[in-house]
Nanobody, 126 residues
Framework: QVHLEESGGGLVPPGHSLTLACTASEHTGSTYIMGWFRQSPEKRREFVGAITWSFGDTYYADSVKGQFTITKDAAKKAIYLHMHTLTPEDTATYYC???????????????????WGPGTQVTVSS
């Protein structure tokens, strides 16, 4: 199983940008898609975005379209979540996840993934 590790979280003022990274510890050749989710206290873990490993197709939640961008670096076995114009509503623990297989739309659901990172905290506050 792929082991994932997120990094780049922290405390940022509203309006600022932040980039999170997710690195995989093992070969990602069997990866179909990798995704980003976030979870705030007392809320369900929600889909943020995803990127297919082979072609780099990206998918985003409506709430972050135009604000967040996902990229990947296959050589580094990493994906990145570029977050712009952050607001306090973006405060959450951010998780990356990996799926070995899937179907159209499976990336939207927590159950569609096989491996998860431990998460990194993002706090947007002045």
């Amino acid at each position: 199983q792929v082991h994932l590790e997120e990094s780049g979280g922290g405390l940022v003022p509203p309006g600022h940008s932040l980039t999170l990274a997710c690195t995989a510890s093992e070969h990602t050749g069997s990866t179909y898609i990798m995704g980003w989710f976030r979870q705030s206290p007392e809320k369900r873990r929600e889909f943020v975005g995803a990127i297919t490993w082979s072609f780099g197709d990206t998918y985003y939640a409506d709430s972050v379209k135009g604000q967040f961008t996902i990229t990947k670096d296959a050589a580094k076995k990493a994906i990145y979540l570029h977050m712009h114009t952050l607001t306090p509503e973006d405060t959450a623990t951010y998780y990356c996840a990996q799926a070995e297989r899937g179907y159209y739309g499976s990336w939207l659901n927590v159950d569609g993934y096989d491996a998860w990172g431990p998460g990194t905290q993002v706090t947007v506050s002045s």
